[in-house]
């Protein structure tokens, strides 16, 4: 009884491995009829997603060939550099925009549809992104109009930020400051704002102003800077020298002095001329006021 208890249990498992043979068997054939029936569209898939990036590799090639050509251009043509960055911003945007709009109609996307949706995404976008169209418009306004170039010196006097200018791109102005760090300014705020151009011109004004006590002789003040600013090489002589009492202040005598200089030596020329101030003041014992306050005990 034992043996023929075991023979059953034996074709028991055996029924059961046939019968899991049989559908691995049949799970492989329907694998493999799916593969043979899908294997072309695969193929055919795989090799246009090869071309996609074969023509993306391309694209990118003629795209900066395009760019230095154009740029080349403007360099004959003497183009402020204003313009050069910001036409080159502009094509490398509308470039890659075609390129990319080229391979997505090789993948059999509708251009009708391409074109119906980019235009009503156009208006939503635009409602979305009214900011980013001013900023585009202030820069076309910025090298329309020319309140400043690549290489001025301009403060903006909305939030006080000021630099050289580095890049005028489509969207944005980057300035870098003295102590190289990096500001971007939407162009948008500069064209919309009040702003001040450091460097427009080739020279610009000394404005000194010294306190001196009221019990100082104020003659020999003014000669002394009168004297410093004749004195000085980056002074230029050509243009009006001013030395005046600028005002009668509550702790001084304040004496204002103007001189013209370049925009180059402005800054050096005014920590120098402040520096000689201080020790030819001290050669001749003229004593520079301070902020202080006097107490008279009635007897």
């Given at each position: 009884?034992?043996?023929?208890?075991?023979?059953?249990?034996?074709?028991?498992?055996?029924?059961?491995?046939?019968?899991?043979?049989?559908?691995?068997?049949?799970?492989?054939?329907?694998?493999?009829?799916?593969?043979?029936?899908?294997?072309?569209?695969?193929?055919?898939?795989?090799?246009?997603?090869?071309?996609?990036?074969?023509?993306?590799?391309?694209?990118?090639?003629?795209?900066?060939?395009?760019?230095?050509?154009?740029?080349?251009?403007?360099?004959?043509?003497?183009?402020d550099?204003?313009?050069?960055?910001?036409?080159?911003?502009?094509?490398?945007?509308?470039?890659?925009?075609?390129?990319?709009f080229?391979?997505?109609?090789?993948?059999?996307?509708?251009?009708?549809?391409?074109?119906?949706?980019?235009?009503?995404?156009?208006?939503?976008?635009?409602?979305?992104?009214q900011?980013?169209?001013?900023?585009?418009?202030?820069?076309?306004?910025?090298?329309?109009?020319?309140p400043?170039?690549?290489?001025?010196?301009?403060?903006?006097?909305?939030?006080?930020?000021?630099?050289?200018?580095?890049?005028?791109?489509?969207?944005?102005?980057?300035?870098?400051?003295?102590?190289?760090?990096?500001?971007?300014?939407?162009?948008?705020?500069?064209?919309?704002?009040?702003?001040?151009?450091?460097?427009?011109?080739?020279?610009?004004?000394?404005?000194?102003?010294?306190?001196?006590?009221y019990?100082?002789?104020?003659?020999?003040?003014?000669?002394?800077?009168?004297?410093?600013?004749?004195?000085?090489?980056?002074?230029?002589?050509?243009?009006?020298?001013?030395?005046?009492?600028?005002?009668?202040?509550?702790?001084?005598?304040?004496?204002?002095?103007?001189?013209?200089v370049?925009?180059?030596?402005?800054?050096?020329?005014?920590?120098?001329?402040?520096?000689?101030?201080?020790?030819?003041?001290?050669?001749?014992?003229?004593?520079?006021?301070?902020?202080?306050?006097k107490?008279?005990?009635?007897?």
């Amino acid at each position: 009884m034992a043996f023929i208890e075991d023979a059953a249990v034996v074709d028991e498992v055996t029924a059961a491995a046939v019968e899991t043979a049989g559908d691995a068997v049949q799970e492989a054939g329907r694998l493999t009829a799916y593969l043979q029936d899908h294997i072309p569209n695969m193929i055919g898939f795989g090799v246009k997603v090869l071309c996609a990036i074969l023509f993306f590799c391309a694209g990118r090639i003629v795209i900066g060939w395009i760019r230095k050509v154009v740029k080349r251009s403007l360099n004959r043509s003497k183009a402020d550099k204003g313009v050069e960055q910001f036409v080159d911003s502009l094509l490398k945007f509308g470039l890659y925009f075609l390129l990319i709009f080229t391979i997505a109609t090789k993948f059999g996307v509708d251009t009708a549809s391409v074109a119906a949706l980019i235009a009503s995404g156009g208006v939503a976008l635009g409602l979305a992104l009214q900011g980013s169209l001013s900023n585009f418009a202030g820069g076309v306004l910025i090298l329309l109009l020319k309140p400043f170039e690549v290489g001025d010196y301009i403060v903006e006097d909305t939030n006080h930020n000021e630099g050289t200018v580095k890049e005028i791109q489509i969207f944005y102005t980057k300035l870098s400051t003295i102590d190289n760090k990096t500001i971007v300014i939407p162009n948008g705020i500069l064209t919309n704002n009040s702003l001040t151009n450091m460097t427009a011109q080739p020279e610009r004004r000394l404005n000194i102003k010294i306190g001196i006590t009221y019990e100082a002789d104020l003659k020999k003040a003014k000669t002394v800077i009168e004297r410093l600013l004749l004195e000085d090489a980056s002074v230029m002589k050509d243009k009006e020298t001013a030395v005046f009492v600028d005002a009668l202040a509550d702790h001084a005598v304040v004496i204002g002095a103007r001189g013209w200089v370049s925009n180059d030596e402005f800054w050096t020329t005014q920590w120098r001329l402040l520096e000689e101030i201080k020790l030819r003041f001290d050669q001749e014992e003229i004593e520079i006021a301070y902020p202080q306050m006097k107490v008279h005990m009635a007897k």
